[in-house]
């Protein structure tokens, strides 16, 4: 394939994709029902985070990053089904056929999309399988947690080239420099998308000093009531919920928010992230601090706000890998690439195990 | 003598007489609750718990009463009810790849050591006699912070004079475990041997099928999973082949149930059982507390306790945790039966995990 071939295919997805978002018609109750979210989870999903109109320059980088194979195979994760686009689209640049193994939780909006592909060759050439085999040389594409990843690679040939996208979380950075009402309502936008079930979704806030944090988590709760308005948590598990609100109470302050809370800590003895859902866990901190200390590697995405660098130099120097973007937009990442940057490049099943095993980014 | 002296003193009593005679010298919520209003106010965490409820520490009339610390939260704060100067032990949580470690520190480890080797007594030697003892764990100078292992370094001094631990590091000592073997069953008098359940399932592979006969009278305490320590093995099938291996009936084999936050202990009634001694005896896979620890299911959206029979997760009283929390609410799922619960593990998760972490994976709540 050149690359036009390549960017062809890449924009066919799209396109698909948009006319499925324009006229979802029944699928908005099946996605629903896979997915767990509320009804307007799934519109706004649909309509704000499904990347239906991306620029010709993200475009040419998606197709410039992707590799190069006889066939690609894609095993996709669940918690954030517009996900499957990326994916598929970044296989498709990779090779002119590509196998796709949805989720056994969530398998409705990928073959939605394939049949609103209206180019036959294109639509031919992606197939969705129950079965991933792939032989040496092709490239095999993992979505899910470490443990999952692991797991297939495990069963993979030795020549076979994985590109593994394993476990991670977002992070907050509020700096000096912003209104704390404009920090709070941007990150509660990134918390609804999705219900904090993605691995860019925020779980953790670190802000820079007690007032503020303070201040963010008193404006956060009030966001959060208000979106619980216009978009309502979907399936919850309440039990993790209670247990996090009463960890929080003893450890630190404890903001109520409808379904969901926000836990404030000063200098917790280890790092802590909110269960999904509509939960924040948020830490005042000192320059010079890094409270996700050893926790580095599963940071898949950094959400800023303000002028982080002056406070939080340690933690941005420690996550290089994360893929950074303003508070607000974490759940909207630029439509360039693998949305986890932290592992770039393909490797054996075997090194994927390992640096699974190790633990390292 | 503190307010503290004073807890622990009547704590001490109530371990020696409820063990003696069976008699409660106070009532047992009396005591829950004067150790809960000690910890409220103290700043240990509870005072927050109470006031979220609107709650006074005064309103506490029973041990139900008192809202429970999170295991979680020993990861987060110290949940102690004084300055760490103070401290003459603290132990910590294993930890994982990612997860945070509890801390639970002591100021005094004499209740502690007053209960477990009551109810060691109790449950793992009924019968008095004298053991040889081995550890399948490193010597306490090797794991300064761990529970179990100072839990395992008081029973060897007070319930046989010669205990030998089995474990230098991470290696197994398998030829001083032959050579022990070998010892007690020349010299005679039965064997005491205890540890982790991955140690056992090391000790296992190690022996590829191989036999250690112990001596008549013998017997295994094991307890904890395996926290990606070693292959997972299923209990009943982990004490049936433990119990192939060194020649014992199965019931001569038997679990705890402990955790670094709680100072006390519940055991398997097999041994017993098979003994001949009647309550608190029973089958495998139900435990029995000791008089001064309530074992209570709960639910796990309201924290209410569930009816008798149904599952729910564990909420411990365990007035031996004077100095830091008298109520500590795990995430291990529980089935109260007759005379004692059942252990069904972790309360698993409902929320899909994908490549989103999970709590549990950052705190090691594995």
Not at chain 1, 66 to 85: D, K, Q
Not at chain 1, 98 to 115: D, G, I, Q
């Amino acid at each position: 394939m050149n690359h036009e071939d390549r960017i062809r295919r890449v924009r066919a997805l799209v396109c698909a994709a948009k006319r499925l978002a324009d006229h979802p018609g029944e699928l908005r109750e099946r996605l629903q029902r896979a997915t767990g979210l509320s009804a307007q989870g799934v519109d706004l999903a649909l309509r704000e985070h499904l990347e239906t109109q991306p620029t010709e320059e993200e475009l040419v980088a998606l197709v410039g990053g992707a590799g190069s194979a006889p066939r690609a195979h894609v095993i996709l994760s669940a918690n954030v089904f517009t996900a499957g686009l990326r994916a598929i689209a970044l296989a498709a640049a990779t090779a002119p056929l590509v196998s796709v193994r949805c989720s056994t939780r969530e398998n409705v909006f990928v073959p939605a999309l394939l049949s609103h592909l209206d180019d036959t060759e294109i639509r031919q050439s992606i197939v969705e399988c129950q079965e991933i085999s792939p032989a040496a040389g092709e490239e095999i594409h993992l979505y899910g947690s470490d443990e999952s990843i692991a797991e297939i690679c495990a069963g993979l040939a030795p020549d076979v080239l994985v590109r593994a996208h394993g476990t991670g979380f977002g992070l907050a950075l509020v700096g000096p420099g912003v209104e704390i009402e404009d920090a709070a309502r941007a990150l509660v936008r990134d918390m609804v998308a999705f219900d904090q079930h993605g691995c860019l979704s925020p779980r953790l806030a670190l802000v820079c000093g007690h007032e503020r944090a303070l201040a963010l988590a008193q404006a956060m709760a009030v966001s959060l009531v208000q979106a619980e308005q216009d978009v309502p948590v979907g399936a919850l598990d309440r039990a993790d919920i209670v247990r996090f609100r009463q960890t929080a109470t003893v450890a630190g302050e404890w903001f109520d928010a409808s379904l969901g809370g926000v836990a404030l800590l000063s200098q917790p003895m280890s790092a802590w992230i909110a269960p999904p859902g509509r939960n924040m866990v948020v830490v005042a901190c000192a320059q010079e601090d890094n409270p996700v200390a050893g926790l580095e590697r599963h940071v898949a995405a950094i959400g800023v706000s303000g002028d982080a660098e002056s406070c939080f130099g340690a933690v941005l120097a420690a996550c290089p890998g994360a893929r950074t973007s303003e508070l607000g937009r974490m759940q909207r990442p630029r439509f360039d690439g693998p949305v986890d940057l932290r592992h770039p490049g393909v490797q054996s099943p075997r090194a994927v195990i390992e640096r699974v095993r190790r633990g390292s980014p | 003598m503190t307010v503290s002296d004073r807890l622990h003193a009547r704590v001490q009593a109530y371990v020696a007489a409820t063990c003696a005679s069976g008699e409660e010298p106070e009532p047992f919520d009396l005591l829950a609750c004067d150790l809960a209003r000690f910890q409220a106010s103290c700043g240990n965490g509870l005072e927050r718990l109470l006031a979220a409820r609107r709650l006074a520490p005064e309103d506490l009339l029973a041990a139900a009463d008192i809202p429970a610390i999170p295991t979680d939260a020993f990861k987060l704060r110290r949940i102690a009810c004084h300055e760490p100067a103070a401290d003459t032990a603290v132990f910590r949580t294993s930890g994982t790849t990612v997860g945070a470690r509890g801390t639970h520190a002591m100021r005094s480890t004499a209740t502690y050591e007053a209960a477990a080797r009551a109810w060691a007594r109790v449950m793992l030697f009924p019968d008095q006699t004298p053991m040889h003892v081995l550890l399948l764990a490193p010597p306490p100078h090797q794991a300064l912070d761990s529970s179990l292992g100072f839990m395992l370094a008081l029973f060897g001094r007070t319930f046989g004079s010669d205990a030998r631990w089995l474990i230098d590091g991470a290696a197994l000592k398998l030829d001083d475990l032959r050579e022990a073997v070998a010892n007690a069953a020349q010299v005679g008098g039965p064997v005491f041997l205890a540890g982790a359940s991955f140690g056992f399932v090391h000790l296992l592979d190690s022996l590829h099928g191989d036999r250690l006969a112990l001596p008549a009278g013998s017997r295994v305490m094991q307890t904890g999973g395996f926290k990606g320590k070693s292959r997972e093995v299923e209990s009943g099938e982990l004490r049936r082949e433990i119990a192939s291996a060194f020649g014992l009936d199965d019931q001569a084999v038997l679990g705890e149930y402990g955790m670094t936050e709680l100072s006390s202990q519940a055991y398997e009634g097999t041994l017993r059982a098979a003994l001949g001694y009647g309550a608190p005896s029973g089958p495998a896979g139900v435990y029995h507390a000791p008089p001064w620890m309530r074992v209570v299911a709960v639910e796990p959206e309201t924290l209410e306790p569930v009816e008798p029979g149904h599952v729910g997760i564990a909420r411990v009283v365990d007035l031996a945790n004077v100095d830091s929390a008298v109520v500590v609410q795990t995430a291990d799922q529980i089935r109260t039966r007759a005379g004692g619960f059942e252990l069904l593990g972790r309360a698993p998760s409902a929320t899909p995990r994908g490549c989103s972490i999970g709590v549990d994976e950052l705190l090691g709540r594995t």
